[in-house]
């Protein structure tokens, strides 16, 4: 479960929690990892939850933090790729990659496929991905993802592009998938007063927008419901499964989407 600490990610690991999972949280900061800890504790008595620390803005870190469930979690049921973040002005990591393509995107195809084989070998499993909505307004370059030419509406654009590119992933991973029992499927949880706005526009989300408990609701669904045992590649909305835009359908950008990921990963082209 990545960006546990807070908001979404915090409801949905206290979801899993209740339904009697044990959860490991990918979070990058110990104390509010520690914190997020101590509040699903106080709902959920000996719940069985874990820490494992990682920036996943690097994909270094995103390797070792593979590398620690790997070694933590002998099987792997559900990956749940929540984390996520928003930029107003374009912003670089230590790697020189756009900041919102490397969290919102790179960092959970990446990991997602250093777990995937753990997932594999303990199906039935599910791959979960949040999105968002506005992928329906991203104006997808490939040959500027990292967007040098296209940072737009303060950054909202380039924020679209990375979910879009998260829904193309995750209906690529579920074809390529296929028929190994693991689901794979992305979630939009609808609008929610999260940390992910700048602070300035807390206040305003906090009126007009969802709770994060409710935001989660639809994830869980897809993460722990029985009736999504069979589903894999879809998008799901709270109204249940909807279509994502054109873009997000055609099987061509989608395969090369994936294996511009994957060079930007650093990754052998996979099944």
Request: proline letters at 5%; glycine letters at 8%.
């Amino acid at each position: 479960m990545t960006g546990a600490s807070s908001g979404i990610g915090l409801e949905i690991a206290r979801g899993l929690a209740r339904h009697g999972d044990r959860v490991v949280l990918l979070c990058r900061d110990a104390g509010r990892a520690e914190a997020a800890v101590a509040s699903i504790r106080e709902d959920v008595p000996g719940a069985a939850l874990e820490v494992v620390l990682a920036d996943l803005s690097l994909q270094s870190e995103v390797r070792s933090a593979a590398a620690a469930i790997l070694d933590r979690c002998p099987r792997l049921h559900v990956l749940v790729n929540n984390a996520g973040v928003y930029s107003a002005r374009r912003r670089e990591t230590a790697e020189v990659i756009e900041l919102q393509l490397a969290v919102n995107h790179l960092a959970p195809f990446l990991l997602t496929r250093l777990l995937e084989d753990r997932l594999a070998a303990s199906a039935p499993s599910r791959i979960v991905n949040v999105v968002s909505s506005l992928h329906r307004m991203a104006r997808l370059d490939m040959d500027d993802l990292q967007a040098w030419r296209s940072y737009r509406h303060f950054g909202l654009g380039q924020y679209a592009v990375t979910k879009l590119l998260a829904i193309l992933a995750t209906r690529e991973r579920a074809r390529r998938l296929g028929g190994t029992g693991v689901a794979v499927n992305c979630v939009h949880p609808g609008g929610a007063a999260t940390n992910i706005w700048p602070a300035w526009q807390r206040p305003f989300a906090r009126l007009f927008m969802a709770s994060p408990a409710m935001g989660a609701m639809p994830v869980l669904s897809v993460a722990a419901d029985p009736a999504f045992a069979e589903v894999t590649g879809a998008y799901v909305t709270r109204k249940g499964i909807e279509e994502p835009s054109p873009a997000a359908r055609d099987p061509d950008l989608a395969a090369r989407a994936w294996a511009a990921s994957e060079a930007m990963c650093g990754l052998a082209p996979g099944r």
